[in-house]
């Protein structure tokens, strides 16, 4: 069925260096004067995810992290890739769906820059006993207003769990920092990207000190 919605792709993409390999992402307009460039870590394939893993876990090899926690869902991936280059076996996804085995399920509310409205992040019960007590590593694809990150920490911290380092493919601009805090110390990035807004001759430039 057709869609009345204007298209928000702007036709130009940005070009970022990660960890090696460039990559490069659609520049998506969320405002009329704002804009991002859009990852989507599901649809750049199988060996650049082997590619992020394997950069994020030498950086947070050093932390000595016993499980990786990742949310749904592009931290799915990331989570799976991670623990896959850190030699470790089990991984944690919080989930953002409601299903039925999550009905009493520990929960944090959140919101994204990329998602409409307040979301929740969703940690199973039958997953606290990997998680108590042990020394862990939070990742995701991107950090942007950090909330989505902040609200994996504070969740996975209710279930007993030592946060020793996060990983993530990119940050974005800086709010994330004043966002997490002290915790923004504990963040390794793979590369960095600005946010835009419409220049003068229509085109989509990057935001100073972003």
Do not use: C
């Amino acid at each position: 069925m057709p869609s009345d919605a204007a298209d928000p792709r702007t036709g130009q993409s940005w070009t970022v260096d990660v960890a090696g390999q460039a990559i490069d992402l659609p520049i998506v307009a969320i405002k009329p004067d704002f804009a991002i460039s859009l990852m989507m870590v599901i649809d750049l394939g199988v060996r650049f995810g082997a590619h992020v893993g394997q950069a994020l876990a030498e950086r947070l090899a050093p932390t000595k992290p016993e499980i990786v926690i990742g949310a749904a869902t592009l931290g799915i991936p990331v989570a799976i890739e991670v623990t896959r280059a850190l030699g470790l076996d089990d991984y944690v996804i919080l989930q953002k769906s409601p299903k039925l085995h999550l009905a009493n399920a520990l929960e944090q509310r959140i919101s994204s820059i990329t998602s409409k409205g307040e979301q929740r992040l969703l940690l199973d019960r039958a997953a606290l006993p990997l998680l108590a007590g042990k020394r862990v590593a939070v990742v995701d694809d991107v950090v942007a207003s950090g909330s989505s990150l902040r609200g994996s920490l504070e969740l996975v911290r209710r279930a007993g769990a030592e946060v020793v380092g996060i990983g993530v493919i990119l940050t974005e601009a800086k709010d994330w920092q004043e966002t997490l805090g002290p915790d923004r110390d504990l963040v390794h990035g793979l590369a960095h990207i600005p946010q835009f807004t419409k220049a003068a001759d229509g085109r989509w430039k990057p935001i100073p000190g972003t």
